[in-house]
């Protein structure tokens, strides 16, 4: 009996948890996933998506200031929903980099690049990690981050009941995020590195974590 209580206890804990509300996120999210849309799937399917989230007013305006988390998860569900699977993840992981490449362009001073290209990839991991968590409102809204790395150059960004998870909105795990650091970080630290999710919440965990691997050279 124990055990079969404590495997029911166990599936339920695997349950996708329920939507975090009221988190604010960066417009990118919106602006870099049509983007995507349009050179992967061409306007008119990107037309009939967004429509499809209840996002008509974007079709052609950008969002200039914080987006309602829900609203790219809708985005996202939509996506999931009418798009063969690899496609779907090429949008995101495309819309991802471009994301990336917009806090490459915007966020992260000319300056502190240059030196976090200048020193050993096991020191500038560390220093990229603080200012990804400086900036975790771009991608976790109001949701708490940990960031951390070890000695031998792995890192690693936890992200606690991501409101941006697309596990929780149809696909098979945070592939939008994985691009966005993989592009920070592949530009950043060493051109190798490879991120990859390794718990989310859209599987029933509490947090989605992403590892960070330096290239093996
Ligand atoms: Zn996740």
């Not at 990107?46 to 985005?75: C, I, S």
């Not at 998870?165 to 945070?174: D, I, N, T």
Request: hydrophobic share 45%; net charge positive.
């Amino acid at each position: 009996m124990a055990s079969a209580a404590s495997s029911t206890l166990q599936a339920a804990s695997m349950q996708p948890r329920p939507m975090p509300a009221g988190h604010r996120v960066g417009p990118n999210a919106i602006i870099q996933t049509r983007e995507a849309l349009d050179a992967i799937c061409g306007s008119e399917m990107r037309r009939t998506l967004f429509a499809a989230a209840g996002l008509g007013r974007w079709q052609e305006h950008d969002p200039d200031h914080l987006v309602d988390a829900g609203d790219v998860q809708a985005l996202s569900a939509a996506i999931a929903r009418a798009l063969p699977s690899r496609k779907a993840e090429r949008v995101l992981s495309m819309a991802g980099g471009l994301t990336g490449g917009y806090i490459l362009a915007n966020r992260i001073p000319p300056f502190a690049q240059r030196l976090l290209r200048a020193l050993p990839a096991r020191c500038a991991l560390p220093v990229l990690l603080m200012a990804v968590k400086r900036h975790s409102w771009t991608f976790a809204g109001a949701a708490p981050v940990t960031c951390g790395a070890d000695w031998r150059g792995r890192g690693w960004i936890i992200i606690e009941d991501n409101p941006l998870c697309a596990g929780r909105a149809g696909f098979e795990r945070c592939i939008w995020h994985e691009a966005v650091f993989k592009r920070l970080f592949s530009e950043l630290v060493s051109p190798g590195v490879t991120v990859q999710e390794t718990a989310c919440t859209g599987g029933g965990q509490p947090s989605c974590r992403f590892d960070i691997r330096l290239s093996a050279r």
